[in-house]
């Protein structure tokens, strides 16, 4: 069976950082593209970061040069690197697993972020 498991959320002063991880087990980490999505209250989610198999990233405009996604295949886990974070960051943060070239299959139970003014 696949699972995310999702760790790291909590609350900061803006301009803090979090880093979030997402270990998976039960599949071959390494061949997958991983993302990390984010919902606020009353917004939809939205993709924040993907990193493919081979390493290449794409960020949403709102948040480089700020986050950081990165993997380590030995450990299965997949990171986000949040940075001089600001309180529209507050958010539940979700890893997910992309299947391939289609929609994201499994997904993490969820990490709150919290950034106070």
């Known amino acids: 069976q696949v699972q995310l498991v999702e760790s790291g959320g909590g609350l900061v002063q803006a301009g803090g950082s979090l880093r979030l991880s997402c270990t998976v087990s039960g599949t071959i980490f390494s061949i997958n593209a991983m993302g990390w999505f984010r919902q606020a209250p009353g917004k939809q989610r939205e993709l924040v970061a993907s990193?493919?198999?081979?390493?290449?990233?794409n960020y949403a405009d709102s948040v480089k040069g700020r986050f950081s996604i990165s993997r380590d295949n030995a450990k299965n886990t997949v990171y986000l690197q949040m940075n001089s974070l600001k309180p529209e960051d507050t958010a539940v943060y979700y890893c997910a697993r992309k299947r391939g070239p289609g929609d994201y299959d499994y997904w993490g139970q969820g990490a709150q972020v919290t950034v106070s003014s």
């Open positions: 990193i493919t198999s081979g390493g290449n990233t």
